[in-house]
């Protein structure tokens, strides 16, 4: 059996989590340490990785298809805030089915939808602000460049997608192996 195969035969395998379970519990010595049958995001999900992806391209796809714009999270925010753009109402359906998403996989599969982090609140908040920054340089985000302009190839939107990547996969091996952190 290959690697592919015996992943998704052990994802396949894990008992459910208890709705409201949460993901991350503090262990003996106190540290956030995952619960069994959880998933992380360090964990290969090949099935749920493929529905998710699967759903946010239909998403964009339709998007596209009936009112001709692009999914691009940040964008789509952004029309919201004053001046509110004129094509309001799509953008509120679109932003309430990202929040009620989660509610409504707890509903169909009694499966919760984990927003915990073993992060610190103060260096989720610092790297919001990163990502901020990056998106408003780098002319979009990862759903506008990553999903949507690579589709369409932009050769702009490869660019940012391998630019935006290489950095995230510098920070994570930087934070991680040569500092230690989380």
Known sequence: MNRMAQAW????????????????APNAAGRLS????SCSMTEFTPLMSLAGGSLIGLSAVLLMAFHGR????TGILTGMLPPV??????????????????????????????FSSPVPAPWLVLGG???GIGVYFGGGCTSGH????????????????LTFMA???ASVFVLRHVLGAF
Request: aromatic share 6%; with cysteine; glycine share 10%.
């Open 9 to 24: 035969k052990a994802e396949a395998a894990l008992p459910a989590r208890r709705p409201g379970q949460a993901a991350f």
């Open 34 to 37: 995952i619960h069994p049958g």
């Open 70 to 73: 692009i999914a691009g999270m």
């Open 85 to 114: 753009a004129t094509d309001w109402p799509w953008r509120i359906a679109f932003l309430a089915g990202a929040v009620a998403a989660p509610a409504l996989i707890l509903a169909a599969t009694g499966q919760s939808v984990d």
């Open 129 to 131: 602000l990163v990502v």
């Open 146 to 161: 990553g999903v949507c302009g690579i589709a369409r190839l932009s050769p702009r939107s490869i660019v940012a997608t």
């Open 167 to 169: 950095t995230a996969a």
